[in-house]
């Protein structure tokens, strides 16, 4: 499959490599931009295949360039995501306005941001390596007491956690677990499904949660990435 081309245009550099880190896949070809003006010259000049850009940007705000995009014959078809902070109904106005395509809210999640990028782009999701590893996991949902169980596997996106006591899904939880000495990795994260002791969904895993990361730092990112590369990648569940 040939590879897709996603321009990226924020002027603040965070989000630039959060929302890279998580396009880290080989079919992903990603350029940058910094304001508004830079990414109409860069899709001009390379026609990406998609477009994700921050509303609010120096020299040419994201809506403005969007505009422009939609208003040129020649790129018009260019699927345009728009981003912006917290859902403001004046910002949100502004995006639609500007003919785009889709539009995400600050923070990002990987999930939100990959199925946005897989509807606009029809490309066939693929299952983030992972890798087996059994992690001793502290989790709940403060001030409550903290559980504490054992990882089945492990990914840049979650985990799978064994354990008799699971949550509902969409349940938000804290966790906290160790990669080694060095390294402890504290995030949020939800329920994204369930296998529980009356309905076992995946005979392979035993009775427990899979966690989907939802609020995670960029370096811990990073660390679990090269957790993963070296224990080695297993099949993904």
């Known amino acids: 499959m040939a590879r897709k081309t996603i321009l990226l245009a924020d002027d603040v550099n965070l989000f630039l ?13 990603v350029l940058v931009a910094r304001n508004g003006t830079e990414a109409l010259a860069i899709t001009r000049d390379k026609r990406p295949d998609l477009v994700l850009m921050d509303l609010h940007m120096p020299e040419m705000n994201g809506d403005e360039c969007c505009r422009r995009i939609k208003g040129d014959a020649q790129l018009q078809t260019i699927p345009v995501v728009m981003i912006t902070h917290g859902g403001r109904e004046e910002d949100l106005v502004l995006c639609r306005k500007a003919g785009c395509n889709a539009i995400l809210l600050k923070p990002i999640t990987r999930h939100d941001l990959l199925s946005t990028v897989k509807r606009l782009l029809d490309i066939q999701d693929r299952a983030t390596p992972r890798c087996n590893v059994r992690l001793r996991v502290h989790y709940g949902m403060p001030p409550q007491e903290l559980l504490q169980n054992y990882s089945v596997n492990l990914s840049t996106g979650g985990m799978f956690l064994e354990t008799w006591q699971v949550l ?18 504290r995030c949020q994260a939800k329920v994204a499904w369930v296998n529980a002791p009356d309905l076992i969904v995946k005979p392979q895993l035993p009775v427990g949660m899979g966690l989907q990361f939802v609020d995670i730092d960029l370096e811990q990112l990073h660390a679990i990435r090269e957790f993963i590369e070296k224990k080695g990648i297993s099949p993904s569940w």
Do not use: G
């Open 17 to 29: 490599e959060l929302e890279k880190s998580f396009l880290r896949r080989d079919e992903f070809e």
């Open 168 to 185: 509902p899904l969409d349940t938000p939880i804290s966790l906290e677990f160790s990669l080694d000495e060095r390294q402890t990795i």
